[in-house]
Structure formats: C-alpha cells, structure tokens
C-alpha cells in the first residue's frame, strides 16, 4: 500500500469520525429539546417539582424514553426546573 492510497484511508477515516460526532452531537440536542418540550407540556412541573414525583407521569411519552441516560433525563430536568425560579 502506497503513503498516498493509507493517506486516503486515514483521511477518510478522520471525515466520517468528524462527521457522526457532528451527527450524535445534533441527535443530542434533538433530544433535549424534545425533552424539554415535554417538561414545558406538563402542567404538574414547578420549581421545586423532584423528577420522581412526576417520573410515571412522563415515562411512556417516547421523548422520556429516547433521552440516552437517567443521569441525562435527571440534569435536564434540574436544568428546566432551574431555569423556572
């Protein structure tokens, strides 16, 4: 293999890495705003609302479910309740 075809593999290589970064990185914010559209949708949530008290409540809503982590779900919502003081 020539320096100049492992150059194109290499080069190729760091382009689709760049690209599905960028790609995973909008699906995140996709999902956030998802997330928090769903919050701003549900009457019950205050300020000093803790996720486990509405928990059931929001859990079968496919935006609940497609957030990727629990630690995910809890720092959105601190994040939302937060931004409602």
Same mark, same amino acid.
Request: net charge negative.
């Given at each position: 293999?020539?320096t100049?075809?492992?150059?194109? /593999? $290499? @080069?190729?290589?760091? !382009?689709?890495? /760049?690209v @599905? ?10 999902? &956030? ?11 019950? /949530?205050? @300020?000093?609302?803790?996720l486990?008290? $509405?928990?059931?409540? !929001?859990a079968n809503?496919?935006?609940?479910m497609?957030?990727? @982590?629990?630690? &995910?779900?809890?720092a959105?919502?601190d994040?939302?309740?937060q931004? !409602?003081?």
């Open positions: 293999m020539s100049h075809e492992l150059w194109v /593999i $290499v @080069s190729n290589l760091a !382009l689709w890495i /760049i @599905s970064t960028h790609v995973l990185w909008v699906m995140c914010l996709q999902c &956030k705003e998802e997330f928090t559209q769903l919050l701003r949708e549900t009457e019950d /949530i205050t @300020s000093t609302t803790q486990d008290e $509405v928990r059931i409540q !929001l809503d496919p935006r609940y497609q957030v990727p @982590s629990e630690e &995910k779900r809890q959105w919502f994040d939302y309740t931004d !409602l003081v």
